[in-house]
Structures are given as structure tokens and as C-alpha cells.
């Protein structure tokens, strides 16, 4: 069955999706009845197209990998510079894939690019926080009044499936408390400043070396990335109506030295950037801070870029689950499954 697909966004994530339609087309038609047909690609930087017949995706990808530009692909009858609201209300689409870069304080522009989709009729997959972040029981209304689906797996850790996760393997648990691991870069530093003995200066230019880390590393190391995804969890799993201000703490790594982490070690403990949220008196108590757990705490583990998150549970006990919290075809993977899933829902 063919299921109409508008892309908000090719850049890195939008490209893993597109490779993995690629890579994938025979499993996806033969076990999921899935055809992707694109018909429209909006981009800040490359450009826009807009073809209701369908683009070659093979093709395009490959355009987009040597050009570096969407405008300009070769499409007959195609229209080309609208920009990605007007695609969106001139896209004869099933399904807005929204993967811009993410606005913690605003949202936008992907806000709007969902408003907008969901106004048209569109089923939303994003990965981007900002609009969970800030506007998730907002979203969430106004996609059951348009009877519309909504879509955001690869928010908190990427392709490592977490709301998935709850909805189907851990249904009926009440969740009382979520804590985990939800920040590769400062995993990163922090496993290579026990491991290696390196400074927090020396760790975080590494990271930025290897591309884990910003040239302005503020939202890594301070603790806001993380929290985002404290405030999405305390939301969309614990019922909540948080916002970022609403946080007990927000403490981020740049505080911690050599001395901090081989003082833990001697005790047998192990510093982490732990986000967490939990029910206590009817209340969400939600916060990011470093914290030094026992040796035998799963989370003390975890190491390199690598996330992970532990529910506990009334029926199951305490659930924990690790995997990459980034990457361009592990977060492209996320979408994918969220579109599988709408594809089969809708």
C-alpha cells in the first residue's frame, strides 16, 4: 500500500530515513505491505521540492549526498521553492516526517510544522524535543481532534525504542519513578576522565573531536539537553504537565574534577549525569545532577555515548535499557518504526 511521505528537514536524520526506504524496500513491501511514495522535501539550508507524483528516492539520496542541495533535483512538473509550510499545505500527503533541529526554548519551527501537518490531515513523526518539550498535551489534543496519529520514538534515546517499550512490553506496570543515562557526550567525558585519567577539559575537547560534542558544548555539559528529555519523560509517561523551570535541579558536569571522580572510585562508586523524574506525594519530582552510584547499579556500567534508562515498576521490578542515544541511522530508525507503526494504525 503506498503511504504518501512529506520530509521536514535533510539533514543528517532525515538522510538516515531515506537510506534505511532505500536499503530496506523489499522487507518493507514484503512483510508490511509499505510503499513510500515522497512527495515533497522542505530543508532551511538545501532548499525545497515539491512533486505530487512522487520523487525517485534512490535518486534524490544521491543527489542530496553530492550537492548538498534539494531544490534543484530533476523532477517533471515539480514546484520548487515554497518554503516548508507552504509544502506542507500544498503536499497532497499521509505523513509529515519532521526531523529540523531542535529549539528548546521555542519549539519552532517544528511546532508549527506539526500544527500545520496535523491541520491538513497529516499523521507526525518527529524526533525533535522541542515541540515534546514545550507543547506535548497541546500536540496531543489537537491530533485526536483531527483524528490524526503522533509519533515521537527517537526523542529521548534515538533508535533505542523506550515508549515502544512501555506502550507494548511493559504495558499495565504503573511507572513510579524513570532514571537514567540520557546524554552521550557527558557519559563520554566522564567514562574517559575515570578511565583515562583525562580532565574535564582535555575529555571535553576530545568529544568535540569526535563530533560528540558542540563547539558550544553549553547544552551538553550543563545538564539541558538531559533535562528536556526528563521534562518529555515526566510528561508523556508519568502524566505530567512540566515544563523546563519546573525542574528541582538542573547541574550539569563542568563542576566535576579528577580528584571528584578517583575519590568515588575509591569508594567503590562511579559518577553519573543522571536525569530523573518520579511520582512522590502526588507530586513529579523532576532533575539532572551528577550523581556517584554503587559499582552494582546497571547505570554505573554504561559506559562511553552510550544511554540508558531504568523504569521501575510495580509488576516487573526495576527494567533497564541501553543503546545510542544519536547516530544518523539509529535516529533514523526511530522514524521508520514510527512510521511503520502509523502506516499499520492508520
Same mark, same amino acid.
Request: glycine fraction near 10%; aromatic fraction near 6%.
Given at each position: 500500500? @503506498? #503511504?504518501?511521505?512529506?520530509?521536514?528537514?535533510?539533514?543528517?536524520?532525515? @538522510?538516515?530515513?531515506?537510506?534505511?526506504?532505500?536499503?530496506? &524496500?523489499?522487507?518493507?513491501?514484503?512483510?508490511?505491505?509499505?510503499?513510500?511514495?515522497?512527495? !515533497?522535501?522542505?530543508?532551511? %539550508?538545501?532548499?525545497?521540492?515539491?512533486?505530487?507524483?512522487?520523487?525517485?528516492?534512490?535518486?534524490?539520496?544521491?543527489?542530496?549526498?553530492?550537492?548538498?542541495?534539494?531544490?534543484?533535483?530533476?523532477?517533471? $512538473?515539480?514546484?520548487?521553492?515554497?518554503?516548508?509550510?507552504?509544502?506542507? &499545505? @500544498?503536499?497532497?500527503?499521509?505523513? %509529515?516526517?519532521?526531523?529540523?533541529?531542535?529549539?528548546? &526554548?521555542?519549539?519552532?519551527?517544528?511546532? +508549527?510544522?506539526? #500544527?500545520?501537518?496535523?491541520?491538513?490531515? %497529516?499523521?507526525?513523526?518527529?524526533?525533535?524535543? !522541542?515541540?515534546?518539550?514545550?507543547?506535548?498535551?497541546?500536540?496531543?489534543?489537537?491530533?485526536?481532534?483531527?483524528?490524526?496519529?503522533?509519533?515521537?520514538?527517537?526523542?529521548?534515546?534515538? !533508535?533505542?525504542?523506550?515508549?515502544?517499550?512501555?506502550?507494548?512490553?511493559?504495558?499495565?506496570?504503573?511507572?513510579?519513578?524513570? *532514571?537514567?543515562?540520557?546524554?552521550?557526550?557527558?557519559?563520554?567525558?566522564?567514562?574517559? /576522565?575515570?578511565?583515562?585519567?583525562? $580532565?574535564?577539559?582535555?575529555?571535553?575537547?576530545?568529544?568535540?573531536?569526535?563530533?560528540?560534542?558542540?563547539?558550544?558544548?553549553?547544552?551538553?555539559?550543563?545538564?539541558?539537553?538531559?533535562?528536556? =528529555?526528563?521534562?518529555?519523560?515526566?510528561?508523556?509517561?508519568?502524566?505530567?504537565?512540566?515544563?523546563? $523551570?519546573?525542574? &528541582?535541579? #538542573?547541574? !550539569?558536569? +563542568?563542576?566535576?574534577?579528577?580528584?571528584?571522580?578517583?575519590?568515588?572510585? +575509591?569508594?567503590?562508586? #562511579?559518577?553519573?549525569?543522571?536525569?530523573?523524574? *518520579?511520582?512522590?506525594?502526588? @507530586?513529579?519530582?523532576?532533575?539532572? *545532577?551528577?550523581?556517584?552510584?554503587?559499582? +552494582?547499579?546497571?547505570?554505573?556500567?554504561?559506559?562511553?555515548?552510550?544511554?540508558?534508562?531504568?523504569? =521501575?515498576?510495580?509488576?516487573?521490578?526495576?527494567?533497564?535499557?541501553?543503546?545510542?542515544?544519536?547516530?544518523?541511522?539509529?535516529?533514523?530508525?526511530?522514524? /521508520?518504526?514510527?512510521?511503520?507503526? /502509523?502506516?499499520?494504525? %492508520?
Amino acid at each position: 500500500m @503506498q #503511504r504518501k511521505i512529506v520530509l521536514i528537514g535533510c539533514g543528517v536524520v532525515g @538522510q538516515g530515513f531515506l537510506e534505511i526506504l532505500v536499503k530496506k &524496500k523489499e522487507l518493507l513491501a514484503n512483510k508490511f505491505d509499505f510503499e513510500p511514495v515522497l512527495v !515533497g522535501v522542505a530543508d532551511m %539550508m538545501k532548499g525545497s521540492i515539491l512533486a505530487q507524483d512522487g520523487i525517485d528516492i534512490p535518486a534524490f539520496l544521491e543527489h542530496v549526498k553530492a550537492k548538498g542541495t534539494v531544490h534543484d533535483f530533476p523532477v517533471e $512538473s515539480a514546484i520548487v521553492g515554497l518554503n516548508s509550510i507552504d509544502i506542507l &499545505k @500544498q503536499a497532497e500527503a499521509d505523513i %509529515m516526517v519532521e526531523v529540523t533541529y531542535t529549539d528548546i &526554548k521555542t519549539g519552532e519551527p517544528a511546532s +508549527s510544522h506539526i #500544527r500545520t501537518a496535523f491541520e491538513k490531515g %497529516m499523521c507526525v513523526a518527529t524526533t525533535n524535543k !522541542g515541540p515534546i518539550t514545550l507543547h506535548f498535551k497541546e500536540l496531543v489534543d489537537l491530533a485526536k481532534k483531527n483524528n490524526v496519529l503522533f509519533k515521537y520514538e527517537g526523542v529521548v534515546m534515538s !533508535g533505542t525504542p523506550i515508549f515502544d517499550l512501555l506502550d507494548y512490553c511493559l504495558a499495565v506496570n504503573d511507572i513510579h519513578e524513570i *532514571k537514567g543515562i540520557l546524554n552521550g557526550t557527558t557519559n563520554f567525558m566522564l567514562t574517559k /576522565m575515570e578511565d583515562e585519567n583525562m $580532565s574535564y577539559q582535555d575529555a571535553l575537547a576530545l568529544a568535540q573531536k569526535l563530533g560528540y560534542a558542540e563547539a558550544d558544548p553549553t547544552a551538553d555539559v550543563e545538564g539541558f539537553d538531559a533535562l528536556a =528529555k526528563v521534562i518529555i519523560l515526566s510528561n508523556v509517561v508519568l502524566g505530567g504537565s512540566l515544563k523546563p $523551570s519546573d525542574a &528541582k535541579e #538542573r547541574i !550539569g558536569i +563542568s563542576g566535576i574534577t579528577i580528584e571528584d571522580i578517583q575519590k568515588a572510585k +575509591s569508594e567503590g562508586m #562511579r559518577y553519573k549525569l543522571i536525569g530523573s523524574t *518520579k511520582l512522590e506525594n502526588g @507530586q513529579i519530582i523532576a532533575s539532572v *545532577k551528577p550523581v556517584k552510584l554503587p559499582l +552494582s547499579d546497571p547505570l554505573a556500567g554504561v559506559g562511553g555515548a552510550v544511554n540508558a534508562l531504568t523504569f =521501575k515498576t510495580d509488576l516487573s521490578g526495576d527494567i533497564t535499557i541501553l543503546g545510542p542515544g544519536a547516530g544518523k541511522l539509529e535516529t533514523g530508525f526511530a522514524i /521508520m518504526i514510527d512510521v511503520i507503526n /502509523m502506516h499499520q494504525e %492508520m
